[in-house]
């Protein structure tokens, strides 16, 4: 009986053993790839949600640094910004000396460039462009801020004119929209008041600008419908920017309201972190004088005359939009612009070919990745095209919108 009921027991076995398997697993595997599609679900659902905070974080962050190179900037313009002081420059004895040489050596209105011993390379490069046209260094009168500046510029051309004004806050290299590059511009604003009040009329000028022709012979200065003319931003007539001050190439006639004008541009650079060009965008565009007026684009351009189908090439064409103060002649040198040999003299062939790409239209643009501080700008401007483009808004915000351009602008 015993034995008879193990034998059962064993069979059994046997037959559960090689019964089907119950179905208990499969659920198992269906809970399971449930699970892990659920898992990815909730980690797809979360990646969005952690893009949507780490670019809010990002923003926080560059806005705390904007702030804090606002707050920089303006302290550094109040601490220095007695060293370029209208009336430290009226009653200097370099200013009467310069007063002086302009009634006695020009017929003509001079050009002011600005110039420390870290824009010297520049500067060489600029006399070189324009050594061959007529009548040019002997318009130019270079505000040289430092000694080294004034001793090498008159060592390497010394019929070039200068008006010596040693400014320590300059003395370092500086970028854009920090404390030294605003004072800069304050100290410009400045000379222009005092030259206004001695009724001298006068070119402002930089020397990051190509001159493929003589702009001063253009008579721009025997033009009385206007009392100060101005280089322009944008593409062409049709760009939302035009009538936008570009403030690197421009001319002014004295009288009160041009004096006004800079009077009340250099208070506003003294207090406010706003660029030069902004004040003067909305000054011209809000006041009734004094009479603004714009070079074509036929004329004067831009750097972005480049990016476009390079037709009616301009008499000077400025090659600025670079953040960094230091790398604007190495970009500049990609583009074909750079005229001075390693010893130190000029190519005038190179200068030759310049103007003849420029004239065909065969400045090469593609094979040269643009600089960091070219994207940012043609990304700002991409973006102020838009904003000037809105229906009713774009025509309400074009006075005042360049005034917030620093704030705007991501400097890195």
Same mark, same amino acid.
Request: aromatic residues 22%; without cysteine.
């Given at each position: 009986m015993g034995t008879e009921m193990r034998r059962r027991?064993? *069979? $059994? *076995?046997?037959? $559960? /053993? *090689? /019964?089907?398997s119950p179905s208990i697993p499969d659920d198992s595997k269906k809970k399971s790839r449930k699970c892990s599609v659920s898992r990815t679900e909730k980690m797809l659902y979360r990646v969005p949600v952690i893009l949507f905070y780490a670019f809010w974080f990002l923003f926080g962050i560059l806005v705390l640094r904007k702030t804090q190179n606002a707050i920089a900037a303006v302290r550094y313009v109040k601490r220095h910004g007695h060293t370029?002081?209208?009336?430290i420059i009226e009653n200097s004895r370099e200013f009467d000396d310069l007063i002086h040489m302009l009634d006695e050596e020009f017929t003509r209105p001079p050009a002011f460039l600005l110039l420390n011993q870290y824009a010297l390379n520049m500067t060489y490069n600029f006399l070189c462009n324009t050594a061959s046209l007529p009548g040019v260094h002997e318009r130019l009168i270079f505000v040289t801020l430092d000694t080294v500046a004034r001793d090498e510029l008159r060592k390497m051309w010394p019929t070039i004119r200068q008006f010596h004004w040693p400014t320590p806050s300059l003395y370092k290299p500086f970028s854009f929209a920090e404390g030294p590059y605003q004072t800069i511009y304050l100290l410009r604003a400045n000379l222009a008041v005092s030259l206004l009040k001695k009724g001298k009329s006068f070119w402002m000028m930089q020397q990051d600008t190509f001159w493929r022709k003589n702009l001063f012979e253009v008579g721009f200065e025997d033009d009385m419908s206007y009392d100060a003319i101005f280089d322009q931003l944008g593409v062409n007539e049709? /760009?939302?920017r035009t009538n936008w001050v570009n403030g690197a190439n421009f001319f002014v006639r004295a009288n009160n309201d041009t004096i006004k004008f800079f009077e009340r541009l250099a208070d506003k650079l003294a207090h406010w972190y706003t660029p030069d060009m902004g004040v003067m965008i909305h000054q011209c565009h809000t006041w009734g004088r004094p009479k603004c007026? %714009? @070079?074509p684009y036929e004329l004067a351009h831009s750097w972005?005359?480049?990016y476009t189908a390079q037709k009616n090439p301009p008499y000077i064409m400025q090659l600025d939009c670079e953040t960094d103060g230091g790398s604007k002649l190495m970009q500049l040198g990609k583009?074909? @612009?750079?005229?001075? $040999?390693?010893?130190?003299t000029c190519d005038h062939e190179k200068v030759q070919q310049a103007r003849d790409r420029m004239e065909a239209g065969q400045i090469e643009v593609r094979r040269n990745f643009p600089s960091w501080g070219r994207l940012q700008f043609k990304a700002y401007?991409? !973006?102020v095209e %838009? !904003?000037?483009w809105t229906p009713y808004i774009g025509p309400l915000l074009k006075p005042y919108l360049a005034m917030v351009g620093y704030i705007l602008m991501i400097t890195v």
């Open positions: 027991h064993v *069979a $059994d *076995a046997v037959r $559960d /053993s *090689a /019964s089907p370029v002081a209208q009336e049709k /760009s939302m007026a %714009y @070079f972005e005359w480049m583009f074909g @612009f750079h005229f001075v $040999d390693k010893n130190g401007w991409y !973006i %838009y !904003i000037l």
